[in-house]
């Protein structure tokens, strides 16, 4: 059996790696689409799996043709938007599934940030040209390859103050990339079970994010000031700047986005395939030290 993965390099597909390198699944080539500028050393560690790069984009056709020829299962890893071109040249050469990594985003009220990944998901759903699976991952963290709580640690790290825009009670469901990882693999290790299913992929805990502010600063052992601006001035603000100060961080429609519970139940994958995602408290604390170690190494550098 044939495996192709997009995304292999980034941080839940080393994880997915690390878990197919040591169980075996029987496939004879994992074949890994990446980039010119991608950096593949790190999968040189999988030596029991039959690694093969291949440089290409996935938004040309004529690539994905020849990329999914002989190829039995599909990991879509590296974005929602190539889940469409990956199906239907995946039906053309006879590929048998298709599991995609897509994401919870679809569930906001915004119709701009869902609208897309409802339109794609739902063609696909609709017309399923081959087996498929979709895996819905809340906001990922995990170690310093993360992009959204490495940033918020960084951040409290550095300075006394927080501005929170709102009262920051929303709740959040953040899912280790390494819970993600061992997902993907139980997926690919119970077809019967898992195929042509949906499955949203979650944290254990629902999270104030005020209290994940407070995790990271406990373990930290910073005194940060968490300092609320109201709703409408925080939006007021992220306008002006969305406006009139090129490269503003954020946008308008961003500080109503901070506002949205985003918990998702992940009991089907639970009771499909064993999904036990670790507990914020537990991962965001292994984060965190490995980002002190990692600021302890660079001063002894």
């Given at each position: 059996m044939k495996l192709l993965i997009t995304g292999a390099t980034g941080n839940s597909g080393l994880f997915f790696l690390e878990h197919l390198n040591n169980n075996s699944l029987n496939y004879d080539e994992i074949r890994c689409v990446v980039r010119e500028s991608t950096n593949t050393k790190a999968l040189e560690?999988?030596?029991?799996?039959?690694i093969k790069c291949v440089t290409g984009d996935l938004t040309d056709a004529s690539?994905?043709?020849?990329?999914?020829?002989?190829?039995d299962t599909i990991l879509n890893i590296a974005n929602i938007r190539f889940s469409p071109l990956l199906a239907t040249y995946g039906q053309k050469n006879n590929v048998k599934w298709l599991i995609g990594v897509h994401t919870t985003g679809r569930y906001s009220k915004f119709k701009s940030a869902s609208s897309e990944y409802i339109k794609i998901e739902d063609t696909l759903?609709?017309?399923r040209p081959i087996n498929l699976t979709i895996l819905r991952p809340t906001m990922i963290y995990g170690n310093m390859k993360?992009?959204?709580m490495k940033k918020l640690i960084k951040f409290l790290d550095a300075f006394p103050i927080f501005p929170v825009f709102g009262k920051g009670k929303n709740l959040l469901q953040p899912v280790r990339a390494q819970d993600l990882g061992k997902a993907y693999y139980d997926v690919l290790s119970n077809p019967k079970i898992t195929q042509n299913k949906e499955y949203n992929l979650s944290g254990k805990d629902e999270v104030e994010y005020r209290t994940i502010i407070k995790m990271i600063t406990h373990k930290l052992n910073k005194n940060v000031l968490i300092f609320p601006v109201p709703l409408q001035?925080?939006?007021?603000i992220a306008m002006f700047g969305q406006n009139?100060?090129?490269?503003?961080p954020i946008k308008g429609e961003q500080v109503l986005r901070m506002q949205e519970d985003k918990v998702y139940s992940h009991l089907p994958a639970t009771q499909d395939f064993g999904y036990d995602p670790m507990s914020f408290k537990e991962g965001i604390e292994l984060e965190v030290e490995e980002y002190l170690a990692t600021k302890r190494g660079s001063k002894n550098d």
């Open positions: 560690q999988f030596g029991n799996l039959n690539f994905l043709d020849k990329v999914t020829q002989d190829i759903l609709n017309t993360d992009h959204n001035l925080s939006y007021k009139f100060i090129p490269g503003f």
